[in-house]
């Protein structure tokens, strides 16, 4: 099963240039909290769909398995395979979510 890359939102901050002092504030998270979640690596789905639009990236996009590989496999033309691929990782994503939605409540 995928698993939540954490340093992923670390990049796509950087990238976007918003500093994680300031993607905590327009989470409505502290600083200190946000980096706490980031450290212990557990966070609510709540807050990661809100990090999701602040950052404007997809959940799919902070997953180990969202690499470059995938893209790869678009590029080559092997989308009849790619889409199998990707819906069968769309259900991992989803079926996570919502073990750790249950866990958190």
């Known amino acids: 099963m ?6 992923k939102i670390k990049n796509f901050a950087a990238a976007k240039r918003i500093p994680i ?6 989470c409505d998270l502290s600083e200190q909290g946000f980096h ?8 609510r789905v709540d807050t990661l ?9 997809s ?9 470059e590989s995938i893209l790869s496999t678009v590029a080559s033309g092997q989308q009849g395979s790619h889409q199998k691929e990707m819906l069968d990782r769309l259900d991992k ?9 249950y866990h958190f409540q």
């Open 2 to 7: 995928s698993k939540l890359d954490y340093n």
């Open 49 to 57: 769909e809100k990090i999701c639009e602040t950052l404007g990236v």
């Open 21 to 26: 002092k300031e993607l905590a504030k327009r």
């Open 93 to 101: 994503i989803i079926e996570l979510l919502k073990v750790e939605k």
């Open 36 to 43: 706490y979640m980031l450290k212990k690596q557990t966070m």
């Open 59 to 67: 959940m799919y996009e902070l997953f180990e398995d969202s690499d």
